[in-house]
């Protein structure tokens, strides 16, 4: 039998692209995690929800909207002591938070630190 290609999906994403020893995300795509879906997750005050697309190229769209129009949405991911009900996406947001702290640090690009009573 002939051995199938490999696609870019299936491929560690570390033999593209270096992903650094200290961070403990795995550079390869998620198992389960299909292209031409989009993923939800609820505000735990409800209403709002954020949304991750993933396009059939592998790039990651996100957005989010508030239960009422506004110009900035936001959703609320609670710790669970808080009441919150969604423990992985809380801890990959913040993960999130760190990847782009340390993506600006590596680029030279600006990391925009907002103080949350601005």
């Known amino acids: 039998m002939a051995k ?8 560690p994403l570390s033999s593209v692209f270096p992903v650094e020893k ?3 995300i795995p550079g390869n795509w998620p198992d389960g995690l299909e292209p031409r879906k989009a993923y939800e997750v609820l505000c735990d005050d409800g209403g709002s929800f954020l949304q991750v697309f993933v396009a ?6 996100v957005s989010m909207q508030d239960s009422q129009p ?19 996406t809380r ?7 760190k990847a782009i ?7 030279g690009g600006v990391a925009i630190i907002r103080d949350a009573t601005e």
Do not use: Y
């Open 22 to 24: 200290e961070f403990p």
């Open 91 to 97: 801890l990959a947001l913040l993960w999130l938070a």
């Open 70 to 88: 506004s110009p900035f949405p936001s959703i609320r991911v609670r710790t669970l002591c808080g009441g919150g009900r969604h423990s992985r």
């Open 56 to 61: 059939d190229d592998g790039d990651v769209h």
């Open 101 to 107: 702290q340390l993506d600006n640090q590596e680029n």
């Open 4 to 11: 199938m290609k490999t696609t870019e999906r299936e491929k």
